[in-house]
């Protein structure tokens, strides 16, 4: 308590109690202002990490698993959304198209997981994460493995990695695309 003591001391030596008042008036409005503007003022890794950390164990695959869609109700999100995989890659097409090259790619992965579950490759499982989701599509059939890697390091890149999409990103998600439904079609 001695420092406490003596550091206290210095500002009195240093300082009128009006201006003691002034600065700690000052430091408040500093830290109500960045309260107020929390989180903006973060930089956007920090962001990205609260936000995983607030939702326990994010799921990277996002809407593609389940979540609420474009106008589909946010209280079904437990359940398989009724759009076929035709849908999302239509929806892929036209966000290329529109140069929105990180959106084509997220819609190109829900075609992906959609196509592995209506051929019976996967379970539809809320709450899994674009790795597990590979890795238990690569467990029933093997000669999935690669595409789904390819997806997943292509999504994890543009959404979790920030890093900005371009048409090649795209091209490869179309690619590993076209393979999933070879594969999964092919041994039905």
């Given at each position: 308590?001695?420092?406490?003591n003596?550091?206290?001391?210095?500002?009195?030596?240093?300082?009128?109690?009006?201006?003691?008042?002034?600065?700690?008036?000052?430091l408040?409005?500093?830290?109500?202002?960045?309260?107020?503007?929390?989180?903006?003022?973060?930089?956007?890794?920090?962001r990205?990490?609260?936000?995983?950390?607030?939702?326990?164990?994010?799921?990277?695959?996002?809407?593609?698993?389940?979540?609420?869609?474009d106008?589909?109700?946010?209280d079904?999100a437990?359940?398989?959304?009724?759009?076929?995989?035709?849908?999302?890659?239509?929806?892929?097409?036209?966000?290329?198209?529109?140069?929105r090259?990180?959106?084509?790619?997220r819609?190109?992965?829900?075609?992906i997981?959609?196509?592995?579950?209506?051929?019976?490759?996967i379970?539809?499982?809320?709450?899994?994460?674009?790795?597990?989701?590979?890795?238990?599509?690569a467990?029933?059939?093997?000669?999935?493995?690669?595409?789904?890697?390819?997806a997943?390091?292509?999504?994890?890149?543009i959404?979790?990695a920030?890093?900005?999409?371009?048409?090649?990103?795209d091209?490869?998600?179309?690619?590993?695309?076209?393979?999933?439904?070879?594969?999964?079609r092919?041994?039905?």
């Amino acid at each position: 308590m001695r420092w406490w003591n003596e550091a206290a001391a210095v500002w009195d030596d240093g300082f009128s109690l009006v201006l003691s008042w002034l600065v700690l008036l000052l430091l408040a409005a500093v830290v109500a202002v960045l309260w107020y503007t929390y989180p903006a003022w973060l930089p956007s890794r920090w962001r990205m990490r609260r936000a995983a950390r607030r939702a326990g164990r994010a799921d990277e695959l996002g809407e593609a698993i389940g979540e609420p869609v474009d106008g589909e109700d946010p209280d079904d999100a437990e359940e398989l959304p009724a759009r076929a995989a035709e849908v999302y890659h239509n929806l892929a097409d036209r966000y290329a198209a529109e140069g929105r090259w990180a959106e084509a790619v997220r819609e190109r992965l829900r075609a992906i997981v959609r196509e592995l579950v209506e051929r019976g490759v996967i379970e539809h499982v809320p709450g899994w994460t674009v790795t597990e989701l590979a890795r238990a599509a690569a467990g029933a059939r093997p000669e999935l493995g690669p595409a789904l890697d390819g997806a997943t390091a292509v999504f994890s890149g543009i959404w979790y990695a920030q890093r900005p999409a371009t048409a090649e990103d795209d091209e490869r998600m179309r690619g590993h695309l076209a393979t999933v439904r070879e594969t999964a079609r092919g041994a039905r």
